[in-house]
Structures are given as structure tokens and as C-alpha cells.
């Protein structure tokens, strides 16, 4: 299983065209994903103050674009807090079909930093 973050509007615009398509695809030719374990990381990190948000629970073996595991395309500076640089995240080489999302879950952020949505698979 690996995960996306994205917004809300986004997510609906996606099912009513049949694919996810994130910002990133069209920019860096990739759509960012993460591990469960990279996940609060990451939102912390990229995602501060920003509502509507919701995680994608995506199903490797459902893809239809190529899926790379790869360094960070924003590394941190070493030492950080939520230090992202030694690990490999997956990237989406392609646009994401529905059908590999098997949950979508809010995320929301308290007073001390995003926290893993309940049921998260």
C-alpha cells in the first residue's frame, strides 16, 4: 500500500474524468507518493494550514503507470526534524486510475501536526 495526499476538489475533478492527475505529473513527470511510515512526514513538512485534504490508500499491483522507488525530488537538509532524505519514496510515472484506490481518508491537521487518519489501511 502506498499513499497521496491531495485536495478534495481535486480528488472529484479525478472521478469525474476517469484518472488522477496531480500538479506534479505534468511538472516533474511524476506523482508523489509515500509510504505509511513517510506519510505524517510528509504532510507535516508540505502541508501545514492547508484544509481539504484527503489521503489516497493506493494498491501497487492495481497501477497501470510505472511505479519508482527513488530518492525525494525536495530533499531536506540532514538533521531535520522530519528528516526525509535517506529514504526512497514511490513515484507515480503516469496518471493514477481510480481503481487502485482502494480508501480515501481525510486528513486533518490538530494543534501539534497532522496524525494518522483512523482505519487507515
Not at 530533499?75 to 528528516?83: K, S
Request: proline share 7%.
Amino acid at each position: 500500500m502506498i499513499y497521496h495526499i491531495t485536495k478534495g476538489s481535486a480528488w472529484a475533478e479525478a472521478q469525474k474524468r476517469g484518472s488522477y492527475r496531480a500538479a506534479s505529473l505534468v511538472s516533474e513527470g511524476f506523482i508523489h507518493c509515500s509510504t505509511r511510515d513517510q506519510l505524517l512526514k510528509v504532510a507535516n513538512r508540505f502541508y501545514c494550514g492547508e484544509t481539504d485534504l484527503l489521503v489516497l490508500c493506493i494498491d501497487e499491483g492495481r497501477l497501470g503507470a510505472e511505479l519508482r522507488w527513488e530518492a525525494p525530488a525536495h530533499p531536506q537538509p540532514t538533521g531535520t526534524v522530519a528528516n526525509l532524505v535517506e529514504a526512497l519514496f514511490p513515484h507515480l510515472y503516469g496518471p493514477l486510475n481510480l481503481d487502485a484506490v482502494v480508501a480515501v481518508h481525510e486528513l486533518r491537521e490538530g494543534a501539534s501536526g497532522f496524525a494518522l487518519p483512523p482505519g487507515l489501511p
